[in-house]
């Protein structure tokens, strides 16, 4: 009985390992695992945390500033009086004394020329800005995963092509070995099916290889082991209905045009902060003091102060050798600085959006040639070696359908790999990537 219970943890164990190693990794799961462990996301969403942080009236200096002091100090001195009568006269040494002393005081900015106005609304627009980041690192992460997923079955379309030339080799071989022991064939014709076939079996190692590189890039993405192992979809399915004007009205709200936005008025707020330097500064302060000098022999044995103070402050600048001015307009210059790389990168949108979907269009054309093609080239495929099977064909004849069909294969796929790549850029650039 324990045999038998050992012998079933054995199975389960290897059959469960099999099972999880297989496990089906669909678009929707690779993409959720990126954006969950995406280094780069966790670092902006970081970026987004200190800006929610510091988005606040206490940073912006509109709260009033409370601080408390409080000192002991006790000292040992020698004292030496001499006064008009003799009597009086005191000398002593090692005379103890102490003095403590303690302060509250409450500070607050009554005016400084709009300065907390303009810091609370830069720090609201660096937090909308780190926002609009995070959006767009979302979808470039989003759009590299899916574009490498996709990479991943077109690999493996490569794969079949070559798996089904390798079938048709191997078929072509056993006709040729058949045919050679009756006599219709010579070993030539043997070899070099042989050779073809190595020659295909090499190049199905080959790609083999690509997709496991494939792979890894993916596993890279999502922040997985790349010893993982998934099983993907196998076809790549095209979105045909995507219009250009649609594209062009919900580009303008792309988070890297908010972004390039929310930096400009980052700027513009510096310019009023900056410019409020030169205003004068009005602050309120108001307080308790608290002060004990105990000594333990001199004229004063105790003297004690305390009570409330209240008072107003008001700074002036006058000069600080033009340092304010020149501030000021290297505000001016970095907020235009911005106004350009929101033109840049608008420009630069617009140009990927126009060739990315010239791209889009003529591989979405393109496509029912190409599928007739296969289908075409697969038909003559299988018609050849059936002709060849007769005696009707040659090795020639059926090499060159081989070829064929595997060019066929390899532009089909890489033709919709091309137009799915398209999709996924122009949904970007749209901000309606879905999955």
Known sequence: MQKNSFLLLVLVFVFGNEIKAQEKLSLSDAVKIALQNSYDIKLVENSVTIAKNNNSYGVAGALPTVTTTLNNNNTQTTINQTFPDPSRNTTRSGVEGSTVGGNLSVSMILFNGFRIAATKSRLESIEKQTAATLQNQLLNTSSIVMQQYYNVVRQEAFLKTIQKSIEASEQRVAIVKTRQQVGLANQADVLQSNIDLNALIQAKQNQLVVIDQAKADLYNSMVVPATSNYTFDESIMVDQNIKMAEVEAKMKDHPLLQSAQQLINVNQFIEKETRAIMYPTLRANTGYNYNSNQNGAGFILLNESYGTFVGVNLALPIYNGGASKRAYNNAKIATQSAKLQLENATLDLNTELFKTYKNYLNSIKQAPIEQDNFKMSEELLGLV???????????????????????????????????????????????????
């Open 385 to 435: 070696m059936q002709k060849y099977q007769l005696g009707q064909a040659t090795m020639v004849d059926v090499k060159q359908a081989q070829q064929s069909f595997e060019t066929a294969g390899f532009r089909l796929t890489s033709l919709q790999f091309t137009a799915k790549i398209a999709e996924i850029e122009l949904k970007r650039l749209s901000n309606q990537l879905s999955f």
